[in-house]
């Protein structure tokens, strides 16, 4: 089984709630906040195997180049620009799709790797823990991210994805069982809540919601998810020692009260499916 976990916004607390139910499940955890992942900081992982993620981008033969320009009108990327002494790449905007290649009627163009990151493999106790990590500069997290769940095994996952429904959502939560969101009780969060909702109900993956740092005197996520008969999964109460163990790097279920009600979560996440 794959849960996936994210959020309309950041700084909801999506890696929190990640790190903890794989913690109190005994699940394997998969970063894919791959641009900024710091589930690693709670689960601390020993880190036993690193892998370089490279994209297929074209290498021109200048000596074979006719000049023609069939490799700049085929990308759809605007990768490459045609001009009278040559063609000009920008690797930065390669998708890595082999167009290029496919139509260069003078076989000037083949295809080398490019890095553009890295993936980190290792365990904490049981766990096992990936983490992928887009270089700095880089604009495409896609790629590492479908290489990362390519690497998932059959063993039951939480999967810590980015904040927001851009394409590297999509890329986290296709193929997941069940998509847990995390949220928090203020209108922004309702509002990107909603956005995040369309998303998973338009890709047909079952979901349900955890309301983060819960005021009970603030009660419009509730209202919410009783209008759309979305499952609240359950709420994590805003307390003075929730931020001191967060401060301090800690996992929250290392208190006994925060273990508990993560356990009760957990088994209400492996109901999601059938009562959605």
Known sequence: MKIAVLSGKGGT???TISTNL???????????DVEE????????????????????????????C?????????????????TKTGVIFFEKL???????SIVCPAGAITEVGRSIGKIDIGNTNSIKCMRGLLDIGEPMAPPIIKKLKGLVDETPTIIDCSPGSSCSVVAAIEGVDVAILVTEATPFGLHDLKIAVELVRQMGIPL???INRADEEKDLITKYCEEEKIQLIG???????AAVLYSEGKLLVEDEEYKKLFKEIGERILGVKACS
């Open 13 to 15: 607390g999506k890696t």
């Open 22 to 32: 794989a913690t109190v499940m005994n699940w394997s955890y998969v970063d894919c």
């Open 37 to 64: 992942p710091n589930g690693f900081i709670f689960l601390k992982p020993e880190i036993k195997k690193t892998e370089e993620v490279k994209i297929p981008v074209p290498k021109i033969d200048e000596n074979k």
């Open 66 to 82: 006719i000049r023609c320009n069939e490799c700049a009108s085929v990308c759809q990327f605007n990768a490459l620009a045609g």
């Open 94 to 100: 390669c998708h890595g799709c082999g167009a290029c």
């Open 208 to 210: 349900g919601i955890i």
């Open 235 to 241: 709420k994590i109460p805003y307390a003075k020692r």
